[in-house]
C-alpha cells in the first residue's frame, strides 16, 4: 500500500536518494511543476562497450557519462531508457496537480523514447522547446588508428589516410538539447482548472529578448543581434555555478528561471527528482517558489546545498 506522507515534510530540501524510492512517497495533486534534466543513458560507446558494463557502470556510480569519439550503438540502451522513464513518469503523473507542467532535458539522440515514456504515463505533449548553444567540442573521431592498425602495406595506408582525411564518424558539433513540455491532463476548462489548482497556463508577461513574447527556442549566450532579440534569456552570471561546483552538466540558472516564471505562480512547488548540483532548486528559491529535490549521488547533494547556502544571487 502507498505510503503517503504530508508534502510540508518534504520542502526546501535535496534529498539524497533513488527517485524512484522516494516519489511513490509524495502526496498526489500536490506538485505545481517537475523541472529536471535526467541522466541520458548515453554511456561511453567505445570498442570495450558492452550493455552489461554499461549497466554497471550506470548503477553503481550514478555519473552521467557522454558521448566519446566513436559510437556503437545498442537500441537496446533507448529501449532502457524509455522503461525506466515511463516508471518515474507515472509517478510524476500522480504527484502532479491536474494541468501541472513537466519540463524534461532531454538529448537528441534520445528523445523519441523520452517523449513515449512521458506520453505513455498519460501527460498531453504540448511542445519542443529548444535550448540553442554555440559552445561545444565536436566529438567526431577520425580513422587515423584505424588505419594504421589494418593489415595492409605502408603504401596502402599512405593512400587511405589522403582518401579519407577528411571523413571522420557521424558526429557533428552537437548544439542543442531539446525539452520536452508535457502536461498532466487538466480540469474542466483552463480557466476553471488555473482557478482550482493555480497551473496549466503560461504567464505570457515573462519575457525573453528585447522584451519579446516568450519563445520556444532559448539562448544563454549572445550569439548575433537578431537571434538575441528574440531569444536571450539573461546569460549566467560569473561564478554562478560556484568553483566548488565540479558536476559536468550543471544547467544555466537563467534556463531554469525561465522556465519556473512561464508555468508558476510565487509560492509555487517545484520538484526536481534529479536535481544533479541543484539548480532547479536554487532558480526556484530564488524566485520565491518552493523546491523538492531528489539526487542519488552524495557529492553532488553537498554541491547543491552549499550552493543553496551560499549568498542569495540576483532575481531574473
Ligand atoms: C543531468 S544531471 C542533472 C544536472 C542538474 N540539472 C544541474 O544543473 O546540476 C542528472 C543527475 O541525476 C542523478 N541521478 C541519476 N540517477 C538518479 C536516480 N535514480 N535518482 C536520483 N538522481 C539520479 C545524477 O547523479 C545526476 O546528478
Known sequence: MRNE?????WLDRILCA?????????????VDLVLTDPPYFLDKLDNEWTPERAARRFYKSQAVFH??????????????MYEWYLEISCELYRVLKPGGFFFSFASPRLYHRMVCAIEDAGFHLRDCFLWLYTQNQPKAMSLHHFIERMDVDA???RILHARLSSWETPQVKSCYEPIAVAQK????????????????????????????FP???LIVEGVEAALDKYFLVPKPTTGERGAFNLHPTA?????????????????????DPFAGSGTTALAARNLKRHFIGIEINPEYVAIA??????ATLPLF
Not at 558521448?67 to 532502457?80: H, T
Not at 488555473?194 to 508577461?205: I, Y
Request: proline fraction near 8%.
Open 185 to 212: 491532463p487538466y480540469e474542466g476548462t483552463f480557466l476553471e482548472n488555473f482557478l482550482k489548482h493555480g497551473v496549466g497556463l503560461f504567464n505570457t508577461a515573462v519575457r525573453i529578448g528585447l522584451n519579446m
Open 18 to 30: 533513488d527517485a524512484l524510492e522516494v516519489l511513490p512517497q509524495l502526496p498526489s495533486d500536490s
Open 251 to 271: 544547467k544555466p540558472l537563467a534556463l531554469c528561471e525561465y522556465l519556473i516564471q512561464l508555468s508558476t505562480m510565487e509560492g509555487a512547488v517545484v520538484l
Open 305 to 310: 546545498q552549499q550552493r543553496l547556502q551560499s
Open 155 to 157: 603504401e596502402t595506408k
Open 215 to 217: 519563445a520556444n527556442v
Open 67 to 80: 558521448l566519446p569519439p566513436g559510437m556503437k550503438f545498442d537500441p537496446a540502451q533507448g529501449r532502457r
Open 5 to 9: 506522507s504530508r508534502l510540508d515534510e
